[in-house]
């Protein structure tokens, strides 16, 4: 029997690490395998990235490893293409894929668990594609704060006025966790590496949120959420609700109130849609585009089939609306995760599923060091105490005792020394300068190995 997992998420980790736990006896035995299918061969633990961006952790302990924690899985590294229930398979490439000749893989199964995720959601804003810049993952995350501090060097070397300021104003879209989480902490950042540039001061910075609805962090509540936009104000944050983004294009945000800011640094974070895998599948989905699950976490009207977390549209039991759907956060994948992997348990066992019923606890978010708002479980903090609960909450909730222990020890480490303020860019391109020296040395015939201007080495791979 072959259990596959699609996607190393939050739900993909979790429930192969239950499952794991579970079958242990099958799996010794041979009786079952569980097979996990990701694009990656790591969870990101996604609430540290805004810290992992600000440098107070390091990006290496924002991911789990799969490997070492699925030992008793099948890690497959590729790309679920798609999905045939009918046929129980699913078309998979890899990296090797392309080098070998051979075509994707076509891994067969018994019963299917999909949790790929989501991607973000983006709208046909004239010059997004081209300026930019995402905040999902953990590659994402380093390269903006990589790009944050590059901003301040040419801002700082440049005789330009016009390009300087661009150099300095940061535009931010969405509201959500995701975009005040990271703008908050990369201003406080920015602030803090102000301090060793002799030309650049904290009031030369521009930071600019843009929100279309109007209020930011709805999970906190609206009196929190009020607290927030106060706080980013009083740091002389422009904070613009009820505004939407109309073009970026020529590095020019133009904004539905008329505004105009030349940038340099656009980050959209508008929200996320459910991956593209789902349209590749014959399972039901809502107009959304989330698979349509019933409240075992069992894909409605598909036997031998599951899912959870944002692809999964799943009733809310606790809601006294009806139709009301759980929230595709990372509070819900996790405790779905447990109940999913539960009844896969039971169901091979031929005893009942259990629904899925949890009531949600509550929020926290940080606005940079020693800043924060929390909403939990009715009660209501701000400022030091809710920053302080929003590590603790973060850190009993990371993956593994290694990870929780890395992170506690950088946070003590950062609380007795200074921050790190150096860009590492060049890891992005790690093969730039010596395509440059070895252009010197080219033998006739040989192929130009100047990078482009973007600074992305040639594509010399035939």
């Known amino acids: 029997m072959r259990i596959l997992v699609v996607g190393g998420g939050y739900v993909g980790m979790y429930t192969?690490?239950?499952?794991?736990?579970?079958?242990?006896?099958?799996?010794?035995?041979?009786?079952?395998?569980?097979?996990?299918?990701?694009?990656?061969?790591?969870?990101?633990?996604?609430?540290?990235?805004?810290?992992a961006a600000a440098g107070s952790i390091s990006p290496r302990h924002v991911v789990v490893p799969l490997r070492r924690v699925l030992k008793n899985c099948t890690i497959v590294i590729g790309e679920a293409e798609r999905v045939d229930h009918a046929k129980r398979t699913v078309t998979v490439t890899t990296l090797a894929t392309g080098e070998d000749g051979t075509g994707a893989l076509e891994i067969p199964y018994d019963e299917i668990v999909l949790a790929?995720?989501?991607?973000?959601?983006?709208?046909?804003?004239?010059?997004?594609?081209?300026?930019?810049?995402?905040?999902?993952?953990?590659?994402?995350?380093?390269?903006?704060?990589?790009?944050?501090?590059?901003?301040?060097?040419?801002?700082?070397?440049?005789?330009?006025?016009?390009?300087?300021?661009a150099a300095l104003t940061f535009v931010f879209v969405g509201g959500g966790y995701a975009g005040v989480e990271a703008?908050?902490?990369?201003?406080?950042?920015?602030?803090?590496?102000?301090?060793y540039y002799h030309n650049i001061k904290p009031s030369d910075l521009r930071w600019i949120l843009v929100e279309a609805t109007g209020r930011i962090l709805p999970e906190v509540g609206e009196a929190m959420g009020k607290s927030a936009v106060r706080e980013l104000r009083g740091r002389n944050i422009d904070v613009r609700l009820d505004?939407?983004?109309?073009?970026?294009?020529?590095?020019?945000a133009v904004l539905s109130d008329g505004s105009r800011f030349p940038t340099r640094t656009l980050v959209w974070t508008?929200?996320?849609?459910?991956?593209?895998?789902?349209?590749?599948?014959?399972?039901?989905?809502?107009?959304?585009?989330?698979?349509?699950?019933?409240?075992?976490?069992?894909?409605?009207?598909?036997?031998?089939?599951w899912a959870a977390g944002d692809a999964a549209a799943v009733p809310d039991l606790t809601s006294s609306e009806p139709g009301t759907e759980t929230a595709p956060n990372a509070q819900h994948a996790v405790r779905q995760a447990k109940v999913l992997a539960d009844n896969i348990v039971a169901t091979l066992a031929g005893r009942p599923a259990e629904d899925y019923r949890h009531s949600y606890a509550g929020s926290v978010a940080s606005l940079g060091l020693h800043k924060g708002v929390a909403h939990v479980y009715g009660r209501k903090l701000k400022g030091y105490p809710a920053w302080l609960m929003h590590r603790v909450y973060h850190l009993s909730r990371v993956p593994t005792f290694n990870r929780k222990a890395r992170v506690l020890a950088e946070w003590t480490l950062a609380g007795l020394f200074k921050r790190e303020i150096v860009s590492l860019g060049s890891l992005e391109h790690p093969r730039a300068e010596f395509a440059l020296a070895a252009r010197g040395h080219a033998h006739p015939g040989a192929p130009d190995e100047t990078p482009p201007k973007d600074g992305r080495p040639p594509d010399t791979s035939g």
């Not at 009786?31 to 990701?38: D, G, M, P």
């Not at 505004?243 to 020019?252: A, K, Q, Y």
């Open 16 to 51: 192969a690490l239950r499952l794991q736990r579970k079958l242990r006896q099958r799996l010794k035995s041979g009786e079952a395998e569980i097979v996990v299918v990701t694009p990656e061969p790591y969870m990101t633990y996604q609430p540290f990235l805004p810290e």
């Open 116 to 165: 790929p995720g989501s991607v973000s959601r983006t709208l046909p804003v004239p010059g997004l594609a081209d300026f930019g810049i995402g905040f999902k993952t953990v590659e994402e995350a380093i390269g903006l704060r990589n790009h944050v501090i590059e901003q301040m060097d040419i801002a700082s070397a440049t005789r330009d006025p016009a390009i300087r300021d």
């Open 183 to 195: 703008l908050a902490e990369l201003e406080d950042m920015a602030r803090y590496t102000s301090r």
């Open 243 to 252: 505004t939407r983004l109309d073009s970026c294009e020529g590095r020019v």
């Open 270 to 305: 508008a929200g996320v849609k459910p991956a593209p895998i789902l349209a590749a599948t014959d399972l039901p989905l809502t107009e959304r585009g989330r698979i349509r699950c019933t409240a075992t976490l069992a894909v409605d009207g598909a036997e031998h089939a």
